[in-house]
Nanobody, 123 residues
């Protein structure tokens, strides 16, 4: 089984910065993609940013030039650096790991989701 854990959420003023962390653990040989999603009250969950095993990234238009997804030095960790935060960025942020192989010969599994971390942007 795979466990995904996020951390780093909190309350921040508009214009401020915050960094979210995500770590996937368990029996993992490789992960194809790890991504950040968010869900505000009354809204559907939406993609924020994703990073592939080769390091390619993609960011939603709403966060481009403000948010950056990156891989950590520790295996199977990713970060979301958020700057110039706006009240509309307020949401629960979820991390997921998709295309997970437990062993080199295993089939791909996922996505696996974390429990989410609350980000509130307010003065």
């Amino acid at each position: 089984q795979v466990l995904v854990v996020e951390s780093g959420g909190g309350l921040v003023q508009p214009g401020g910065s915050l960094r979210l962390s995500c770590a996937a653990s368990g029996t993992i040989f490789s992960i194809n993609t790890m991504g950040w999603y968010r869900q505000a009250p009354g809204n559907l969950r939406e993609l924020v940013a994703v990073i592939t095993s080769s390091g390619n990234t993609s960011h939603a238009d709403s966060v481009k030039d403000r948010f950056t997804i990156s891989r950590g030095d520790a295996k199977n960790t990713v970060y979301l650096q958020m700057s110039s935060l706006k009240p509309e960025d307020t949401a629960v942020y979820y991390c997921n790991a998709d295309g997970v192989r437990a062993y080199s010969f295993s089939r791909l599994r996922g996505p696996y989701w974390g429990q989410g971390t609350q980000v509130t942007v307010s003065s």
